[in-house]
């Protein structure tokens, strides 16, 4: 690896040990054996560095727990409430190894109303995401439906970040498949 790559894997393990606020260009250049000029020179800045090492952080996280693709969305569960379970499944079950990405995905949103670039920065990769979540846990196609991924990705998002704000908070009664899938039923009125 280079130096820029260096940097952005410094950059990730700080921000993951210790939080986006308290992480300096110093602790990055210690963590990535780098030196400081190396920052400016690669990334402009050391807060253009840590947007990208968030970034892809969020990115790797996604990839980890993404789901099927379209052939493994085909082979989930007829049953619409089995499929939601099936789904579900994999997020909740990475849930507790996921925690620090989520402390740092909280602690990002409180930054934004104070950090226009960051607040820029992330909109887009929001965007993505959630269409990136309609394909890999549902298998619909953003490009063949773009209408029917936008608004089953903003409920993905809005979902997993729930489900995951439950796991920081209190991992002792977060929410497991089970419990979600029970409370759609109850949801959409159906009786047990």
């Known amino acids: 690896m280079g130096h820029k790559e260096d940097l952005l894997e410094g950059a990730k393990r700080c921000l993951l040990e210790k939080g986006y606020a308290r992480t300096t260009a110093r602790d ?3 963590a990535s054996g780098t030196n400081l000029a190396s920052i ?3 990334y402009g800045s050391k807060d253009a560095l840590l947007q990208q090492a968030f970034l892809a952080l969020t990115e790797e996280w996604g990839e980890r727990v993404g789901g099927a693709d379209a052939e ?4 989930l569960p007829a049953d619409p409430y089995e499929r939601f379970r099936a789904v ?3 997020l909740v079950g990475a849930a507790e ?3 620090p990405v989520w402390k740092l995905q909280t602690e990002v949103v409180t930054r934004l109303d104070d950090d226009e670039k960051l607040r820029e920065a992330i909109k887009e990769p929001q965007r993505e995401g959630r269409l990136g979540m309609a394909e890999g846990m549902l298998g619909i196609d953003p490009e063949a439906d773009p209408e029917k991924a936008r608004v089953a990705g903003l409920l993905l998002q ?3 970040t729930g489900v ?3 796991w920081v908070v209190d991992p002792e009664t977060a929410p497991s498949a089970d419990d979600l899938t029970a409370g759609l039923k109850v949801l ?3 009786r047990d």
């Open 97 to 99: 190894g996921s925690r």
């Open 28 to 30: 990055v250049v210690a």
């Open 158 to 160: 809005a979902l997993a």
């Open 188 to 190: 959409m009125g159906e």
């Open 40 to 42: 400016g020179y690669h």
């Open 164 to 166: 995951m704000i439950q």
């Open 88 to 90: 579900w499944e994999p």
């Open 72 to 75: 493994g969305a085909a082979k």
